[in-house]
């Protein structure tokens, strides 16, 4: 799966910022891909499975597929 998202030379400071967004305007987006950018394990956006009021049921990052 592509989307806008990946291999976009996204880093930490911009996976925060994005986290912010989400979380202050929570969605119906069920997936998002953000492999191929250089993010450190921060584990921000993982943070939003757990959040009752986001809706995000797969996150690829880097390699990995967080469900």
Do not use: F, Q, V
Not at 17 to 46: F, V
Request: with cysteine.
């Amino acid at each position: 799966m592509d989307s806008p998202l990946s291999d976009c030379g996204l880093k930490d400071e911009g996976c925060a910022a994005l986290t912010s967004a989400l979380r202050s305007n929570p969605s119906h987006l069920r997936e998002l891909n953000l492999s191929g950018n250089k993010l450190g394990d921060s584990g921000l956006l993982s943070d939003l499975k757990d959040d009752p009021h986001y809706k995000l049921e797969i996150l690829y990052y880097c390699e990995y597929i967080i469900i």
